[in-house]
């Protein structure tokens, strides 16, 4: 009986190593080239054609609500039936009247960096917008990109100027003074 298990041992062996080299082959046959890889599409510039979603704004194509200086908006932090900042007209009621446009800049890794550094790119414009009202009580309301579309290289934001700082609070009537 030892001379016949004999023979069955020693063929496991080769087929064992037979079975490990085609493994290997087949990983390195099927496994994806770096250089066949398609590469991330660039964002698009401001003058791309439209994405097929509807855009927020008659001048820039971006993938987030983005107002040009002058634009009434109902945003969803004031108003609670809405989910996404929309364009208004500047003559009836409204949320928020869009003041400023910065860019964001490089090396905001979180965030949290993006919205305190669109706060503090915004405070000078709401300032500003604030001392050409005549009094009252406003609050600035920056919005841009979130880390997703940061990462993608979008900077443009927007500074918008409010009554009011909660959902259903005061809204606009008409264009800011200025």
């Given at each position: 009986m030892t001379q016949s298990a004999r023979p069955a041992g020693r063929l496991v062996l080769p087929a064992l190593v037979l079975l490990l080299v085609v493994?290997?082959?087949?990983?390195?046959?099927?496994?994806?080239?770096?250089?066949?890889?398609?590469?991330?599409?660039?964002?698009?510039?401001?003058?791309?054609?439209?994405?097929?979603?509807?855009?927020?704004?008659?001048?820039?194509?971006?993938?987030?609500?983005w107002f040009p200086v002058g634009?009434?908006?109902?945003?969803?932090?004031?108003?609670?039936v809405i989910t996404v900042a929309r364009p208004q007209q500047c003559d009836g009621q409204h949320d928020a009247e869009s003041i400023g446009n910065p860019l964001l800049p490089d090396g905001l890794l979180k965030e949290s960096q993006i919205a305190l550094t669109l706060e503090r790119l915004c405070q000078p414009y709401a300032a500003a917008a604030e001392a050409k009202q005549g009094g009252g009580t406003w609050f600035s309301l920056p919005t841009g990109p979130s880390l997703k579309y940061y990462s993608q290289g979008y900077r443009d934001a927007s500074c918008l100027l409010a009554a009011s700082d909660r959902e259903g609070g005061t809204?606009?009537?008409?264009?800011?003074k200025g």
């Open positions: 493994a290997v082959l087949a990983v390195v046959l099927l496994w994806p080239s770096p250089k066949h890889r398609a590469a991330a599409p660039p964002p698009p510039s401001p003058t791309a054609s439209p994405s097929p979603s509807p855009s927020l704004s008659p001048t820039k194509q971006l993938p987030y609500p634009a009434c908006l109902d945003h969803p932090k004031l108003s609670p809204k606009l009537t008409a264009p800011l």
